[in-house]
């Protein structure tokens, strides 16, 4: 290699490490790689909505009447012109009744516990071959078209970000909402901890039905490995 290229070769190498040098100083703590994201860019991925109140819920509005024409042309071809499903994609209307029975139809009118929550999977996820490609607005309208399919709200119902919220969907009231399991609490042992000898097992789950078993239970002794032949 030529005196040239070799110092060509190490001008170059050097400004590699100057440049990392630079990005890890302007970013304490970091591993030097990638750059800060900018408001806008945490804006584009902060889309959830949340159910109870449709916090996160966008500006916009959306009605029945347009939502059927969105429906006709970007959700019918997968889940027919009524919400009852082409094939095997999934029913949106109908089913109410059926949760219990033995082919239960969990449809958006029998099951959905939230009207925010349909807004935000419509939004991303549908339509299945484009997602993300439909505007707050159309997916407002969807939303209330879907809604209307399955005689939740009016035919003159415009979905907003304060109109939505206040859909009561059908099944909500059959959700539990506060597990009723009491909490357990371990406080953290740095020292004097209790040492093995002084834990005793006061009670097992044998006999009770919760777990099913088809042998005897564990014994949590170091098991023989077998053999291994060539």
């Known amino acids: 290699m030529s005196s040239a290229a070799r110092a060509l070769l190490l001008g170059g190498a050097g400004a590699v490490l100057i440049a990392a040098a630079a990005a890890t100083a302007a970013e304490p703590g970091s591993f ?4 800060r994201p900018t ?3 945490l804006a584009a991925w902060d889309i959830d909505v949340r159910g109870d109140d ?14 059927g024409a969105i429906f006709a042309e970007q959700c019918a071809a997968c889940h027919g012109t009524f919400g009852e499903g082409e094939g095997r994609f999934p029913k949106l209307a109908g089913g109410a009744g059926t949760l219990r029975d033995e082919r239960p139809d969990p449809t958006v009118g029998s099951y959905w516990p939230f009207a925010p929550t349909l807004w935000d999977y419509i939004n991303r996820a549908m339509p299945f071959p484009a997602p993300h490609s439909l505007s707050a607005d159309d997916v407002y309208a969807v939303t209330a078209y879907i809604l209307h399919l399955n005689e939740i709200v009016t035919g003159d119902f415009v979905a907003d970000r304060e109109t939505l919220p206040k859909v009561k969907m059908p099944n909500h009231d059959n959700f539990i909402w506060h597990d009723p ?5 371990t406080q953290p042992c740095m020292s004097a901890c209790l040492g093995p ?3 005793r097992i006061l009670s097992t789950a044998e006999g009770m039905n919760l ?3 088809t042998g005897p239970l564990d014994t949590m002794q170091p098991k023989r490995t077998r053999k291994a032949y060539p």
Do not use: C, H
Not at 32 to 35: D, E, H, L, M, N
Not at 181 to 185: E, Q, V, Y
């Open 32 to 35: 030097g790689y990638g750059t």
């Open 197 to 199: 000898a002084g834990i």
């Open 39 to 41: 408001p806008e860019q």
């Open 211 to 213: 777990t099913p078993t």
């Open 181 to 185: 399991r009491p909490d357990t609490i």
């Open 54 to 67: 449709g916090a996160g819920l966008p500006p916009g509005q959306g009605s029945v009447q347009r939502g």
